[in-house]
């Protein structure tokens, strides 16, 4: 049991580490280039209600 939540921990630690490498080098790319989206790409967050 000790095994699996370690495992888990450690698979979790290394998907956040990859999230934050992705999210800093889509930041630099974006500061480098001079290229920002207008609008965020997917998610709910930031779409206009309509209303």
Known sequence: MTVVVA???VV???GAVVTTVRIGDSGARAVWTGQVA???LGGSQG???GG
């Open 47 to 49: 779409e206009p209600d």
């Open 38 to 40: 207008e609008q965020p």
């Open 7 to 9: 495992v888990l921990a």
């Open 12 to 14: 979790v630690a290394v």
